[in-house]
């Protein structure tokens, strides 16, 4: 048998926290910084406290350090560590918060000082709140008596007296307390075993243990196993991803553009999701844990060329997930589905899926904002509506990707998503299915908050309300109590009184309206032929009627026999449904929309790839005069976004750092002028008929005007003439170059076919 690469070592908890808190063991980032919930971390002292066993741990002791940091916020290493935690974090993370009160980081990216109280006479763990800190029994945080050179004897004697100023003890009493807060102290002495692996292996081996003792006990998923990869091969692509979550979450405290909203706080793991989808175009991620390591499916090798070339694809499909500008505008998209609030949204697989598809649209095929819009939004209407990804939601996205693999063009590629839908929302589904799923008294579900984003989409008002849907569920808009509320058509207490009373006939969906809180409370328990004539006659017989379609409300539904009135009703949601989905499709849309983002998203979302400021158009600030490498340097970034797959926006009259200044140093007599001034550079410099891809217009923007030119990736290749020479640019990063002849020929042959 071959020798093992590891060794068997006995540490006391107390020895093991004096090495954290010196940095000779520390934590390396091949686990996700996020720790148990405070019921566990109680859990796991009461194991202790009886005697049972809690684990072992997995150390490793490499030959070179790197990348290793201390376990909680609050250790501060004095010098180079020698252990690297490689299994057991959590525990340890736990064990050193709790004895050293210092504060863990939390999966919102925040920090919490965790505190786990102890009863000693009823010998009792539990989490500590405010009526634990005030009941005299408990030592409301147990870091008094495990900290370093705590006193056990002194806090059992100071606890007594506490208890006996209430009511005198019984002799028994005390000598169980007093044992129970020894007993609690000698904790510090519980006994660890750690195995140690050897120095002579390496990263890649050490993150292959981790997977394999991990895997055995179901403990992590495959995108575990790759954020897992990630750390000891791209450590900086795990810790953005884990960022850009965090800001999600939590706001930056610094102004600008940020990933922070109310309506999609992604975990790492579904980033992951996406972008594995648009690089590799797979959803299975044990394929795609196996292509990261370098290995031929076919040949069963591993490769460091292979696993470096794969790494390649994941960095760039990354850098295009994490993207601000794509971020908020695939967000813009799910509001124009209707979801106006994560409460609306049932399954975040679907946006972890609609957010891969926007990316593929928008990075892989070029397809202008204002197209991809309708058709994610569409897209995240059906899938939410019928729960694609809710069961087996792997096999489900590998199917659809499965599906675009074969596509080349951004007209097979619409084509394609159109077909899949139409396949799912057939005439049976409209007439027969979706009524049927309405049958229901969830709380929540596909078919209830689809209806809803029905009525966001529709521009509907709130039952017997002059108050938008869409405005009422905006969270960003809403108190402590919500302005929105879910209406029983029938109420509760007037069905008791027709003897219909368990929850399940009353909490139907179809007896849900959505109302303003405020005409909620009015309603009351009182019948509808009581309430709802009342409300109705604040309404003119048009508004009445649009009332009466957004609601699904049956001609004389308060009259009605409520079991006849909730399937009549189902009918009807299932037609608003359908018509709202039908308004979302990109050939139904009333409106091309220019404004893909507002100006001031645009500045704040910074310089990048689809993004350029320029402070002026032809005028040298340093000179005073006009200079026309001013306006090449415009034209460069025009031709660069034309020559992108994506376009791009171009400010003018915004400095690099996103200061508007205007348009005045300039000195055109008008905007017109400027406009004219930039057409004329464009028809004389630009080749060919390129104009039709630039769309130049004046906006406000902090108290000045300033030129925007939204540019959409062209069909054709687009050259800046130079007097005589022509030459292609290429926008890279948040520059724009020139290509070199034969970098010229390859490109287009890549980017135009």
């Known amino acids: 048998m071959p020798e093992t690469v590891y060794t068997k070592v006995d540490y006391p908890l107390s020895a093991l926290i004096e090495y954290i808190r010196l940095g000779d063991i520390a934590l390396p980032d091949l ?28 150390f490793w002791k490499p030959s070179e350090l790197g990348g290793a940091h201390a376990i909680g916020a609050g250790a501060s290493p004095q010098h180079q560590a020698n252990l690297l935690i490689v299994d057991g974090q959590q525990r340890l993370t736990a064990l050193y918060a709790v004895i050293t009160g210092s504060p863990v980081v939390r999966e919102n990216y925040s920090t919490e000082t965790v505190s786990i109280a102890f ?106 196993f790759i954020l897992t990869l990630m750390s000891v091969f791209w450590e900086d692509g795990r810790k953005a991803l884990e960022a850009f979550c965090g800001e999600a979450r939590q706001p930056k405290a610094a102004p600008g553009a940020s990933a922070h909203n109310l309506l999609f706080r992604p975990d790492p793991d579904q980033l992951l999701r996406v972008a594995v989808g648009l690089g590799f175009r ?5 394929s795609v844990y196996s292509l990261l390591r370098g ?37 813009k998209a799910v509001r124009s589905a209707g979801f106006q609030s994560d409460r609306m949204i049932s399954s975040k697989n679907a946006l972890v899926f609609a957010y891969t598809l926007y990316l593929i649209g928008r990075t892989q095929f070029g397809i202008p904002i204002n197209e991809m819009r309708p058709l994610i939004s569409a897209w995240l209407f059906m899938t939410s509506l019928t729960g694609r990804y809710t069961s087996s939601p792997e096999s489900a996205m590998e199917a659809d990707l499965a599906a675009l693999r074969n596509v ?86 007037y069905l008791r009184s027709l003897g219909v009373t368990s929850a399940r006939e009353t909490n139907q969906i179809a007896n849900y309206a959505v109302a303003e809180w405020s005409d909620n409370a009015s309603f009351g328990d009182r019948a509808p032929a009581d309430y709802a004539p009342e409300a109705e006659a604040k309404f003119s017989g048009r508004a009445l009627q649009d009332q009466y379609f957004h609601h699904a409300l049956p001609d004389g539904w308060m009259h009605m026999e409520y079991r006849d009135f909730l399937e ?78 994506t376009g ?54 902090e108290g000045v005007r300033v030129l925007r030119v939204e540019v959409d990736p062209a069909r054709s290749p687009a050259y800046l003439r130079d007097g005589a020479e022509e030459r292609l ?15 010229t020929d390859s490109f287009i042959r890549a980017r135009f076919g």
Do not use: C
């Open 31 to 58: 686990q996700r910084p996020f720790v148990w919930k405070n019921a566990k971390i109680r859990n796991l002292f009461d194991s202790m406290y009886r005697g049972y066993p809690v684990g072992y741990l997995l």
């Open 119 to 224: 009863d000693p006479v009823a010998e009792k763990f539990e989490v500590t709140d405010a009526a634990i800190r005030r009941d005299p029994r408990f030592i409301p945080n147990i870091t008094d008596v495990l900290k370093p050179g705590a006193d056990a004897w002194e806090i059992a004697e100071a606890y007594l007296d506490r208890l006996e100023q209430i009511d005198p003890l019984d002799p028994d009493v005390k000598r169980r307390a007093r044992k129970a807060i020894q007993g609690l102290a000698n904790l510090r002495n519980y006994p660890f075993t750690a195995l140690e692996l050897s120095p002579a292996i390496d990263e890649e081996q050490v993150a292959e243990v981790f997977v394999r003792i991990n895997s055995e006990g179901k403990k992590l998923n495959q995108s575990d």
């Open 282 to 286: 797979r959803a299975r991620l044990k």
């Open 295 to 331: 290995k031929d499916m076919d040949a069963d090798e591993v490769s460091v060329e292979r696993r470096d070339a794969q790494f390649e694809i994941l960095r760039e499909a990354q850098g295009e997930v994490l993207n601000l500008t794509h971020w908020h505008e695939f967000l």
């Open 408 to 493: 080349t063009t951004a007209e097979e590629f619409v084509a394609r998503l159109k077909r899949i839908q139409s396949s799912v929302l057939t005439s049976d589904y409209w007439a027969i299915t979706l009524p049927n799923d309405l049958a229901t008294s969830a709380a929540t579900g596909p078919s209830k908050n689809a209806y809803f984003a029905a009525l966001a989409v529709l521009g509907a008002k709130a039952l017997y309300s002059n108050q938008p849907v869409k405005e009422l569920m905006d969270r960003t808009a809403q108190a402590k109590r919500s302005a929105v509320e879910t209406h029983h058509l029938f109420p509760k207490g």
């Open 568 to 645: 009549k009703r189902r009918e009807l949601i299932a037609g608003v449904i359908r018509q709202a989905y039908d308004q979302l499709q990109p050939a139904a849309s009333a409106e091309a929309e220019d404004d893909t983002v507002s100006i001031q998203e645009l500045i704040e979302a910074g310089e990048g790839t689809e993004i350029e400021f320029k402070s002026t158009l032809r005028r040298n600030l340093h000179t005073g005069e006009n200079d026309p490498r001013m306006e090449t340097a415009v034209l460069k970034t025009i031709v660069g976004f034309l020559n992108s797959r």
């Open 648 to 701: 791009g926006a171009l400010v003018i009259g915004v400095t690099d750092d996103g200061e508007a200044v205007g348009m005045d140093a300039d000195g055109f007599a008008n905007e017109d002028k400027a406009l004219l001034h930039l057409g004329n550079l464009i028809e004389k410099r630009v080749s060919g008929h390129h104009a039709i891809y630039i769309h130049p217009r004046f906006d406000e923007h």
């Open 729 to 743: 640019f290429v926008r890279a990063s948040a520059s724009t170059r020139a290509l070199s002849g034969s970098e």
